[in-house]
């Protein structure tokens, strides 16, 4: 999996993230990937999943540990 562009949104509010994950999605192209990095804390992976298909992108794959989750989303329209 090749990734274009990654973003750290730990320590960030859900709409401070949405608001920096908007801007990063501006700089991948169509059918590139954007990495989110997120605190597992707090366990905002399922509302991003939620928030990233209502845009119409998708997760293509998800990883974790005990510290972090990493969410892939697939620009591209369902």
Known sequence: ?????????????????????NQAFKDVK?????EIILDKKKNFSEAFGRWVE?????????DEDARLVR????????
């Open 30 to 34: 169509m059918n590139g990937i954007l």
């Open 54 to 62: 209502s845009k119409g992108y998708k997760v293509s794959n998800r």
């Open 1 to 21: 999996m090749t990734v274009f562009k990654t973003l750290d949104t730990r320590g960030l509010s859900f709409f401070n993230a949405t608001d920096q994950l």
């Open 71 to 78: 969410l892939f989303i697939k620009k591209a329209k369902h």
